[in-house]
């Protein structure tokens, strides 16, 4: 169950460490938001199902650029730079269903932790 605190415990670990860490840290230096601050991990039970989230919040204004486009970032305002939903199988078949898709494939890992589909719209 992905609601379990020993559960979101160990997902957790995948994400707030220092390799994704430095990912995230590259992509935000890109874009002119290498020194926002530190990444904030943390979980979000949304309308949508459990999500991790990971913020950083400026301590003061800055400006992100990407693509020739300009994007003002106050201090103090919260920046999400990763979001990632959790989804149990049945879930992610509706989801898909909503979305007129079929399931073609769906692989779990042993862990029950990962998994990915494959879905079609007819």
């Not at 390799?19 to 590259?26: A, D, E, K």
Request: one cysteine or more.
């Amino acid at each position: 169950d992905v609601c379990s605190s020993d559960l979101r415990d160990e997902v957790m670990a995948q994400y707030d460490n220092p390799p994704t860490r430095g990912w995230l840290g590259t992509v935000l230096a890109r874009i002119g938001l290498g020194d926002a601050g530190d990444i904030v991990f943390r979980w979000d039970d949304s309308a949508g199902g459990p999500v991790i989230v990971g913020e950083v919040t400026p301590a003061r204004t800055l400006v992100a650029e990407a693509d020739g486009v300009s994007v003002g970032l106050p201090a103090g305002s919260p920046v999400r730079v990763l979001e990632s939903f959790r989804h149990r199988p049945d879930d992610l078949a509706a989801l898909l269903a909503a979305q007129r898709m079929e399931v073609l494939e769906l692989a779990i890992s042993p862990s029950g932790e990962e998994g990915v589909a494959v879905g079609l719209r007819p």
